[in-house]
């Protein structure tokens, strides 16, 4: 695994923790964020798991 991949993976793991934590209060944010990203599926969700799977 390289530097990149590694840095994304890092960040968007971390990105995920803060959605989880937010996922606490009343108002479910990730849920509606994975809703988006499956009904819109917008490009920069591709760029992301591209990146993520470089290697």
């Known amino acids: 695994m390289n530097g ?3 840095f994304w993976k890092l960040k968007w793991l ?3 923790l ?4 937010f996922d606490f209060s ?4 990730s849920s509606l964020v994975l809703l988006y990203v499956f009904f819109v599926k ?3 969700f591709k760029n992301i ?3 993520l799977y470089a290697d």
């Open 4 to 6: 990149r991949s590694a």
């Open 14 to 16: 971390l990105v995920l």
């Open 18 to 21: 803060f959605l989880t934590l």
């Open 26 to 29: 009343p108002f479910p944010v």
């Open 42 to 44: 917008p490009l920069w």
């Open 49 to 51: 798991i591209d990146r």
